[in-house]
């Protein structure tokens, strides 16, 4: 295999495990794993829709995004290793591709991990920005991946993703779409539009409020979407697991292809 090759066998790799979490999360909500009921709050007069049960997402979801996760990173710090192999020296025991928390960190310590590869290499790691302040998505990558080595990813699957746009808010979206129509163009079906989450909580459980309207806005049919999404406080919070992932491939699989000239 070629040096490329190799880089690409662990991101081809990261995206089967995404695949499997994309057909297991599509399973799960096939099984209706949400009971939402709305009752009048006496005092307001406003209905509350809320959890009245939830199921547990399943145990494979999390394994497998800590698998996903680590072959994507691991994909870099592959390309580290051939960029030196390329250069015609020997990688070292910190041979790595440097993600770090802050600008001054990358600064003060990715030159042992870059050591070995050629200047124009080294340079093009830089322009990337490998830190929290200006790449949070490398970044996100990093951080939960050292993460997943030392306890398993949380996720959780009772993130409120949107709910049914109210009728109210409907008519002002239609009043103000035919000030401004021009003869002939369709009419949107505002009510199979969803909107933002009323209530935003990303760890839903029995009892929980996710939507709050007054009486006139009530109605029977009103849906609500839901994500499997992480719960990693200050890293990864109330972001959609399967999105995220698919950035992270993609990231990783942009990088690598940029490097490819390199090898």
Request: charged letters at 25%.
């Amino acid at each position: 295999m070629s040096r490329i090759e190799l880089i690409q066998a662990k991101l081809e790799r990261a995206y089967k495990h995404i695949s499997d979490i994309d057909a297991a999360i599509r399973l799960f909500f096939e099984s209706s794993p949400y009971v939402i009921v709305a009752k009048q709050d006496q005092q307001t007069g406003d209905y509350v829709s809320y959890v009245e049960s939830v199921r547990d997402v399943p145990a494979d979801v999390p394994l497998i995004a800590g698998d996903a996760i680590h072959n994507i990173r691991s994909a870099l710090d592959h390309l580290a290793w051939q960029l030196v192999l390329s250069a015609g020296n020997i990688p070292g025991p910190s041979t790595s591709f440097p993600i770090f928390d802050s600008a001054t960190e990358y600064e003060t310590r990715s030159e042992r991990k870059v050591k070995g590869m050629r200047q124009a290499a080294i340079d093009a790691i830089g322009a990337l920005k490998p830190y929290k302040t200006e790449n949070r998505l490398l970044w996100q990558l990093h951080r939960l991946d050292i993460i997943d080595k030392h306890r398993m990813v949380v996720t959780t699957g009772s993130a409120l993703k949107a709910s049914t746009i109210m009728p109210s808010v409907r008519d002002k979206l239609l009043e103000a779409l035919m000030a401004r129509r021009l003869p002939g163009e369709p009419i949107p079906d505002y009510k199979s539009l969803r909107g933002r989450p009323h209530v935003i909580n990303y760890a839903l459980k029995k009892g929980d409020i996710i939507h709050r309207v007054p009486e006139s806005d009530m109605e029977d049919d009103a849906k609500f979407a839901f994500e499997i999404a992480f719960a990693e406080s200050k890293v990864a919070e109330g972001e959609s697991v399967i999105q995220t992932l698919y950035q992270f491939f993609k990231l990783a699989d942009q990088i690598v292809a940029g490097f490819e000239p390199m090898l």
